[in-house]
Nanobody, 124 residues
């Protein structure tokens, strides 16, 4: 059974950094694009970033460009989201997800597998 397990969330102050990790198991990891999504209270799940199968292509939500960096290590079946200069509006549950559709899928509908999420809270 495919499992995606996120870690690294927490409570930080505005301007701080966090690094989220997502470890995959029972998945042919290198054949999947890996994405990060987030969901704030009362809001829908929104795309944050995606990295292609090889790691050679990445894409970001406009509001996180220049502050977040996505990366993956296919040898470790893991994907990461390094977040800098965090803002209160980044507060959400962050989910990693796996997609074998396209190159840089940004719709949650294109993702077959999801983790349980990790909470990120940024205080002002």
């Amino acid at each position: 059974q495919v499992q995606l397990v996120e870690s690294g969330g927490g409570l930080v102050q505005a301007g701080d950094s966090l690094r989220l990790s997502c470890a995959a198991s029972e998945l042919t990891f290198e054949t999947y694009n890996m994405g990060w999504f987030r969901q704030a209270p009362g809001k829908g799940r929104e795309f944050v970033s995606v990295v292609s199968r090889s790691g050679g292509t990445t894409w970001y939500k406009d509001s996180v460009k220049g502050r977040f960096t996505i990366s993956r290590d296919n040898a470790k079946n893991s994907v990461y989201l390094q977040m800098y200069s965090l803002r209160p509006e980044d507060t959400a549950v962050y989910y990693c997800a796996a997609s074998n559709i396209g190159v840089i899928p940004t719709s949650p509908l294109h993702y077959a597998y999801w983790g349980q999420g990790t909470q990120v809270t940024v205080s002002s």
